[in-house]
């Protein structure tokens, strides 16, 4: 049977580097603040006219290098955002004309914040079946569209700390920070191989979807159950960002991530001390270390970067990947865990050898 091993893997951030304490000069907030409820100390934003493409081309070209691959050998492409360059078409043809693929089949992936997840078992199975030998997966996010700050805050951010701010600035700046804070620009991507023999590459996924409450975690506005889809009313209200039950997205993600990571194991009569490396969407540090102790994990097997990059969406579980690699902390044969929840709510597990 053919295995999907990942044969390499790049990233790219995003060049402008947002600490906590230049936020708070555009909005009522603090380091401390921040840092107590998320774990995030510092985030990054592209310029302005780059987009999620941009960076996924970048992430995309060093996996590419890393695994030795020529664009003529990738046969499909999946590409995971929620910031797509355009409403239509997706991001993954336009990746794939970008670097040079020839025509192959590009799927879009929408589920957030576990869209690598899905991304990944989708190509698993094109593996498996013989559809696919080689193919590539990119999570990317320019989440700083999101952001409804204006022009006065952009320049404060960007240096001038004595711009002014328009009239409300400062409030409506306040009022989105619970999730203003969370988000950062960035792109993780890995080539995916076939494999016919040896241990290594992916070894089973578990993926859940249940909409029942998909408006605690969404995008009230610029969506087509309106008409027009946008207009200036959902701009003035900032229905362009995202909206969250807090408590409600922690206590579901830590239940699920927790129980999805444990139905994994067990089905492949493995526990968490037959992991080497477990890598989490970086949505929250404190999801994060709950799930953690929940599953009685040790420090030695989980790694983070949300405080550096915060939470890149579909980028984070690749970054993490690239990031681990890179560092030795993820090596040839260790076990890994990858776990994430979203929006949708979507939730999932997948088990690979490295």
């Not at 890393?66 to 797509?84: G, Q, S």
């Not at 993954?92 to 670097?99: A, T």
Request: aromatic share 8%; glycine share 10%; charged share 20%.
């Amino acid at each position: 049977m053919m295995r999907s091993v990942i044969v390499g893997s790049g990233s790219e951030i995003a060049p402008n580097l947002v600490t906590n304490d230049m936020l708070a000069r555009i909005m009522d907030t603090s380091d401390a603040w921040i840092r107590e409820r998320t774990g995030v100390e510092t985030r990054f934003f592209v310029n302005p006219g780059t987009s999620t493409s941009d960076l996924g081309v970048l992430a995309a070209q060093k996996a590419m290098d890393a695994a030795e691959v020529a664009p003529r050998d990738i046969d499909l492409v999946a590409f995971a955002t929620m910031t797509p360059d355009h409403y239509f078409p997706g991001c993954g043809g336009i990746l794939q004309s970008r670097l040079g693929i020839p025509p192959v089949p590009c799927f879009d992936l929408r589920q957030q914040c576990t869209g690598f997840l899905y991304g990944l078992q989708l190509i698993d199975a094109h593996v498996r079946a013989g559809i696919a030998r080689t193919a590539l997966l990119v999570g990317a996010e320019v989440h700083s569209g999101f952001m409804p700050w204006r022009a006065g805050s952009w320049a404060r951010l960007s240096g001038d700390c004595e711009a002014p701010l328009a009239e409300g600035e400062w409030e409506v700046n306040t009022r989105t920070r619970h999730l203003t804070v969370l988000f950062g620009d960035a792109a993780g991507a890995v080539v995916v191989r076939a494999a016919e023999s040896g241990t290594r590459g992916v070894i089973d996924h578990v993926l859940y979807a249940d909409g029942t409450d998909a408006e605690k975690l969404c995008v009230p506005g610029v969506g087509f159950r309106h008409r027009p889809y946008v207009d200036a009313g959902q701009v003035e209200r900032c229905e362009f960002v995202p909206v969250m039950d807090g408590r409600y997205v922690f206590k579901m993600a830590t239940t699920r991530m927790a129980e999805v990571a444990e139905t994994i194991l067990a089905r492949n009569g493995l526990s968490v001390a037959d992991v080497g490396m477990v890598l989490m969407h970086q949505a929250n540090k404190r999801i994060n270390e709950f799930v953690q102790k929940m599953l009685g994990i040790p420090d030695s097997k989980v790694i983070h970067n949300i405080h550096k990059y915060g939470n890149t969406t579909a980028g984070t579980i690749p970054l993490l990947w690239d990031e681990a690699t890179r560092l030795g902390r993820i090596n040839p044969g260790d076990l890994v865990l990858m776990v994430g929840f979203g929006a949708g709510m979507t939730w999932g597990a997948t088990l690979v050898r490295a």
